[in-house]
């Protein structure tokens, strides 16, 4: 009975050592070949531009938030619009009017977007 079992003992530790034997081999070559010298720049907060471990209740620009919302518009219209046009001759006129009806809400969202100011950068 425990023959069966194991094929999925086998997958587990195979998947497994996928996972770590590279995790150890870089931990192993970055002490043994690389050199820790950190610098002030090195060790700044970035992307964000707020310091890391400051209060969590501080309050972020809503402009943060809508710049993610207006790269989450574009990724998505972009990332539904290949393989729809790949498939195109076959949906017919209900593929262009479900498609037509998609990008009607992304320029909804693109719209709001815009009265919001996330295009405008000071």
Do not use: H, Q
């Amino acid at each position: 009975m425990l023959e069966n079992y194991f094929p999925i003992l086998m997958f587990i530790v195979v998947g497994l050592a996928i996972g770590a034997v590279p995790m150890m081999l870089g931990w192993a070559a970055s002490t043994a070949l690389g050199n820790n010298r950190p610098d002030p720049e090195k060790l700044s907060p970035y992307e964000c531009g707020f310091e890391a471990f400051e209060d969590a209740r501080m309050k972020f620009d809503v402009r943060y938030y809508l710049v993610a919302i207006l790269f989450i518009l574009f990724d998505l219209e972009i990332a539904f619009l290949f393989p729809w046009a790949i498939v195109l001759n076959e949906l017919g006129w209900f593929g262009v009017a479900s498609m037509g009806i998609f990008l009607l809400i992304l320029v909804v969202g693109f719209i709001y977007e815009w009265k919001k100011g996330a295009l405008e950068w000071e």
